[in-house]
Nanobody
Framework: QVQLVESGGGLVQTGDSLRLSCAAS????????MGWFRQAPGKEREFVAA????????YYADSVKGRFTISRDNTKNTVYLQMNSLKPEDTAVYYC?????????????????WGQGTQVTVSS
């Protein structure tokens, strides 16, 4: 089992950058595929990005491709989401998720472990 704690959210302006972090407990972090999802008010949770256990493969939603970068540091049990060129439509609660399988998936219900979320608000 793994516990996840996100940090780094905040209020920024259009075009600004933020880096979200997700710290994981446990000694087997490197065995987990990691993902970032987000949920805006009144909308369903949606996939943002995912990364393989080694970090060699990454996947992105079309809406963030070229602006967001997911990475991980298995020595620090942490996954990151670097968000550049932020837009108002990026406003949401961002969640970190983990699954104890090597296959990278983009569907939320395939992830067993979730953090509490961190709010990102982008003003226009």
């Amino acid at each position: 089992q793994v516990q996840l704690v996100e940090s780094g959210g905040g209020l920024v302006q259009t075009g600004d950058s933020l880096r979200l972090s997700c710290a994981a407990s446990g000694r087997t972090f490197s065995s987990y595929t990691m993902g970032w999802f987000r949920q805006a008010p009144g909308k369903e949770r949606e996939f943002v990005a995912a990364i393989s256990v080694s970090g060699s493969s990454t996947y992105y939603a079309d809406s963030v491709k070229g602006r967001f970068t997911i990475s991980r540091d298995n020595t620090k049990n942490t996954v990151y989401l670097q968000m550049n060129s932020l837009k108002p439509e990026d406003t949401a609660v961002y969640y970190c998720a983990a699954r104890l399988q090597t296959q990278v998936v983009v569907v939320a219900n395939r992830y067993a472990y979730w953090g509490q979320g961190t709010q990102v608000t982008v003003s226009s």
